[in-house]
């Protein structure tokens, strides 16, 4: 499906595009609110400050995508692939991550309250986002960055070989080490 076609229905009123391939196309600032993505291979396209609140991209490939700035408030990306996604500055509030996988960039990334049970988001990079409040129960921090980050309020979080900086712990305190271990 070209990016022109899926535009073109969405204005119509369709929100049902479950399973389409829309890889390499450029989405980018588009308002696609409340779309149902899931199962769509999403790999390489560009949706760099797009509106997707409340979109559903449940189990979607997001390899290599980029979606820096997008919104994704309150959306369910629930086991979505994220090999090299970008999501640098995105909004992820309240959000449904579980299970997620992959190497990604969250570098600024809004995640107040953000459900991340379960994710696999080792050598991931959180550097200067806001995860406070956030479920972390069962995820996998592996190796993660997590410089000038808030966690204040976090659930479940077991922080093991992480790289802080300047980053507020789950209880309040500030984490000036290279390599970390919470709790």
Not at 22 to 41: E, F, K, P, V
Not at 142 to 170: F, H, Q, W, Y
Request: hydrophobic share 45%; with cysteine.
């Amino acid at each position: 499906m070209t990016a022109e076609e899926l535009l073109e229905r969405y204005v119509a009123g369709e929100r049902d595009f479950s399973g389409v391939d829309l890889s390499d196309t450029n989405l980018a600032g588009t308002d696609l609110r409340d779309i149902n993505l899931s199962d769509a291979c999403l790999a390489r396209v560009s949706l760099q400050g797009a509106d997707l609140e409340r979109a559903n991209l449940q189990n979607a490939g997001l390899g290599d995508a980029y979606l820096a700035g997008v919104n994704l408030r309150e959306a369910i990306l629930e086991g979505a692939a994220l090999e090299n996604t970008s999501l640098a500055g995105a909004n992820l509030c309240q959000a449904n991550m579980r299970g997620v996988c992959g190497r990604a960039l969250f570098w600024g990334a809004q995640m107040v309250g953000t459900d991340l049970t379960d994710a696999y988001l080792c050598q991931s990079m959180f550097d200067g986002a806001n995860l406070s409040k956030a479920i972390l129960t069962g995820a996998n921090f592996m190796e993660v960055s997590l410089r000038r980050v808030d966690l204040r309020g976090c659930i479940g979080a077991n922080l093991k070989s992480v790289t802080m900086m300047a980053t507020i712990l789950p209880d309040g305190t500030i984490a000036h080490a290279d390599v970390y271990q919470w709790p």
